[in-house]
C-alpha cells in the first residue's frame, strides 16, 4: 500500500512540474486592427535585453486550433523546455495558435485517391490570416530588437508542416532553417527559398492522415533545384511522426548551427 501511495504522489509531482514547465512560456496576445493571435513564448535562462538570440516558430497540427492559447504546446514544447536544451541552445521560442476552423497554409482535399491524400495547395489565393498575423508578428519582434535577424527557424508538424512550407515561400528573406513534419507542400514554389536553404523534412511512411507521399514529392523537388535537404522517414511509424521526430538527438544541434548569410 504505502509503494502505491508513493507511485501516486510521484505521479502526481510530476504532472504538476509538467504543468509549471508549461507555465514557462508566458502568454501573449498580438493585435493587429480586429484579429488576434494567440501566442506562447519562451525566452532563455537568463535573459539579457542586450543580447540577440535565435528565433524559433513552431506550428502545430489541426488538433490544437482553438483559443485558450494553451493547446498548441501539446507537442514539441517539452523538447525546448529540457532544461539541457535552453542552456545548450539558449533562445526565443515562439508557439503561435491558430483558431478554429482556419488553417496555416491554403491547403485544399480534392478527393482524388493518389499519393498525395488528395492534398494540394492553392498558391494563387491570399495568404491564411492566421499565418499572415504570424508573419506581422515576426517582423514585430525582430523590429524591436533581441532577435538575430540571421538565425529565424521554422518547423510544425501536420498542418504546420504544410504551414511551414508556405511560410517559406510567402517570406523566402526570413528564414534561416526549417523543419517540417509529416506534411507537404507546392514543389513549383522551392525555388523561391533562399539558395541552398538548410531545410530537414520528417515523415513516417505508415501515415494514414497525411501520406508520405507529400514529404517525397517535396525531397524530390528540393533535390531537384539542388537545395540544402535531409530527409528521414520513418518505417512503420503512422501520422504521430513529430514523437519521433522530438527524439532525434541532432536536431536541434543541427537547427542551431544554421545561420543566413547576410545580405
Not at 501573449?28 to 516558430?57: H, M, W
Not at 508573419?135 to 519582434?141: G, N, Q, Y
Not at 532553417?177 to 522551392?190: D, Q, S, Y
Request: hydrophobic residues 40%; charged residues 20%; positive net charge.
Amino acid at each position: 500500500m504505502k509503494k502505491m501511495v508513493l507511485v501516486s504522489f510521484i505521479l502526481i509531482c510530476a504532472n504538476v512540474l509538467e504543468a509549471q514547465n508549461k507555465d514557462l512560456f508566458e502568454k501573449q496576445l498580438f493585435v493587429l486592427g480586429e484579429d488576434t493571435l494567440r501566442c506562447r513564448i519562451l525566452t532563455p535562462i537568463n535573459y539579457s535585453p542586450a543580447q540577440k538570440y535565435p528565433l524559433v516558430v513552431f506550428l502545430h497540427g489541426s488538433g490544437e486550433r482553438g483559443k485558450d492559447n494553451e493547446k498548441q504546446l501539446t507537442w514539441g514544447a517539452d523538447l525546448f523546455l529540457d532544461s539541457l536544451n535552453r542552456a545548450r541552445f539558449p533562445a526565443i521560442i515562439v508557439f503561435p495558435q491558430c483558431p478554429e476552423n482556419e488553417s496555416w497554409a491554403n491547403t485544399i482535399r480534392t478527393g482524388i485517391k493518389d499519393s498525395l491524400g488528395g492534398f494540394r495547395l492553392d498558391t494563387t489565393a491570399p495568404v491564411k490570416n492566421a499565418l499572415n498575423l504570424l508573419l506581422h508578428f515576426i517582423d514585430t519582434l525582430t523590429a524591436h530588437g533581441g532577435i538575430d535577424k540571421q538565425r529565424i527557424y521554422a518547423g510544425g508538424l501536420s498542418m504546420g508542416g504544410f504551414g511551414t512550407f508556405e511560410i517559406l515561400w510567402r517570406r523566402p528573406d526570413l528564414f534561416a532553417a526549417a523543419f517540417p513534419i509529416c506534411g507537404g507542400g507546392t514543389p513549383e514554389k522551392v525555388k523561391q527559398y533562399l539558395p541552398r536553404l538548410p531545410i530537414w523534412i520528417f515523415h513516417g511512411n505508415a501515415d494514414p492522415v497525411v501520406p508520405v507521399g507529400n514529404s517525397r514529392l517535396m525531397v524530390q523537388a528540393l533535390r531537384t533545384n539542388h537545395a540544402n535537404v535531409l530527409y528521414t522517414e520513418y518505417a512503420g511509424v503512422g501520422h504521430d511522426s513529430w514523437k519521433n521526430t522530438f527524439a532525434e538527438p541532432d536536431l536541434l544541434k543541427w537547427l542551431f548551427s544554421q545561420k543566413k548569410t547576410k545580405n
